[in-house]
């Protein structure tokens, strides 16, 4: 993954109420900028996904 877009479409971050929009696009912006240059599309499959996990 390495936008917006491509979570929303894949795994529906975002897509309804939009309330967690601003943290993943922030997680989204921090794994690209962690991950190494040659492989910035694999950066976020590190991460889980849980729709119904509370925020911290």
């Known amino acids: ?3 917006m877009a491509e ?3 894949n795994f ?3 897509a ?3 309330k967690c929009g601003s943290c993943a696009r922030q997680i989204v912006q921090e ?3 962690s991950a190494a240059p ?3 599309s694999h950066a976020l499959h590190m991460l ?3 729709p119904n996990a ?3």
Request: with cysteine; hydrophobic share 40%.
């Open 1 to 3: 993954m390495t936008s």
């Open 7 to 9: 979570l929303r479409n």
């Open 12 to 14: 529906g971050v975002a």
């Open 16 to 18: 309804c109420c939009g």
């Open 31 to 33: 794994c690209l900028k």
């Open 38 to 40: 040659a492989r910035p």
């Open 48 to 50: 889980s996904f849980h």
């Open 54 to 56: 509370s925020a911290a």
